[in-house]
């Protein structure tokens, strides 16, 4: 069954995934949630189906810049989840090969992640501890539904 699975699910996935889609999710849907947000409450996002955890931490990304431009301070919670059980431990370490960072920047790199030595993976640091909870199973956590949900919930149930 879990074999069955694992051919069934397709697990493609890159930080900043379709570019021009993160830029206008960061212009027109994160900065103005940024803006127009109170700082006595959290903002909670939710990536389902989030495989290795690239999506999730692209998002983390994004709204850890728009707040330092902004200077402002608000505390984010991203949950991601996702079926792919060895997904989501992947997802959990947060430690990446080099060529699957090619779409973010240097300066990205520089601030999000840290290399332990020459020619090791690259692991992405604070955004990882501070904001992100990742798991197989969503909870009561949010109330926003949409298919991937349903969907979660019919393969686990
Ligand atoms: C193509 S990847 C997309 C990853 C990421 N969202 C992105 O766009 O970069 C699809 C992911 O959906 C997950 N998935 C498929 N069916 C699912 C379900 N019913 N519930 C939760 N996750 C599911 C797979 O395990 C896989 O990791």
Known sequence: MEALLKELLIGVTAFFRNPETFQALNQWVLQKMLQSHSENQPIRIWVPACAT?????????????????LN?????????????????????????????????????LARFFYQQGEGENFSISKVRAKNTALTKKFGTWLSLRCRMSFMSRLFLA
């Open 72 to 108: 402002y301070s608000v505390k984010i919670q991203i949950f991601a989840t996702d079926i792919d059980r060895i997904a989501i431990e992947k997802a959990r370490l947060g430690v990446y090969a080099e060529d699957v960072l090619n779409e973010v920047s240097p300066e990205r």
């Open 53 to 69: 955890g690239e999506e999730a931490y692209s998002i983390a990304m994004l709204l850890v810049e728009g707040l330092a431009d």
